[in-house]
């Protein structure tokens, strides 16, 4: 019989489990400081399909050159390309990033507004990014569901949803607002290292004895 799940101590025991690992990109970039609106949007807009060991020094590269909406806005989507071509997808990103960076200046004078209608009214951009860019650049309390998040709450048991959009939406419920930032920069490498997609550690586990382990059929 488990424990009931208590997620006060399951976020500081994760905390403390995944210190060795690295940090989710989006957090990892804050800390090197590039942490305004625009720089985590394009960041955040740089990894979507793509792993944080090539979208880490994609952004890195891009940034190099250009890191303001005026700066990326001089350069062409053909250039914006070539600098960001190891990402997924990076000739359509190209084209988005180029694009909100015109309307950002255009719209807003050239600076991105902490406001969730106006990032998720740009091309290319879902509640995941926006609610990075929120919760990270910003400092608004909002979660960001990918699918490490979607796993392993879902494991858990503390929520039961089919889709990450939807897990957001069950999270949003019942989450303490305290931890609506921590949860995705700790379930991010918890996910990766940890409660693995296949044969997650458990046995190692510091949130074992309340995890319900749902649809977990092998593990180490
Ligand atoms: S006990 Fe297993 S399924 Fe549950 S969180 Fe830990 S690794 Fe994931």
Redesign the pocket.
């Known amino acids: 019989m488990n424990k009931p799940f208590d997620i006060d101590l399951a976020v500081k025991l994760i905390d403390e489990a995944v210190r060795p690992f690295p940090k989710a990109a989006m957090f990892e970039l804050a800390e090197e400081g590039f942490n305004s609106p625009f720089e985590q949007l394009i960041a955040c807009m740089i990894s979507i399909r793509t792993y944080d060991e090539v979208s880490l020094p994609t952004a890195r590269r891009l940034f190099a050159r250009a890191r303001t909406p005026a700066e990326v806005s001089k350069l062409t989507v053909a250039e914006i390309a070539s600098l960001i071509n190891t990402s997924t997808f990076f000739e359509r990103k190209a084209a988005q990033i180029h694009e909100i960076a015109l309307r950002i200046i255009d719209e807003y004078d050239g600076n991105l507004p902490c406001d969730s209608e106006t990032l998720l009214s740009f091309p290319g951009v879902g509640p995941k990014c926006a609610n990075l860019v929120l919760g990270i650049a910003c400092g608004q309390p909002s979660i960001s569901v990918d699918i490490h998040v979607h796993r ?1 709450t879902n ?2 048991g503390y929520v039961k949803a089919s889709a990450p959009e939807k897990t957001m939406a069950a999270i949003e419920t019942k989450l303490p607002r305290e931890h609506w930032i921590d949860i995705n920069r700790l379930l991010v490498p918890f996910g990766k290292h ?2 693995t997609g296949e044969r ?3 046995s190692t ?1 510091p ?2 004895e309340m ?1 319900q ?1 749902v649809g ?1 059929k092998d ?1 180490r």
């Open positions: 392993v494991r858990w940890i409660c997650p550690h458990c586990c949130v074992l995890c382990q977990v593990h």
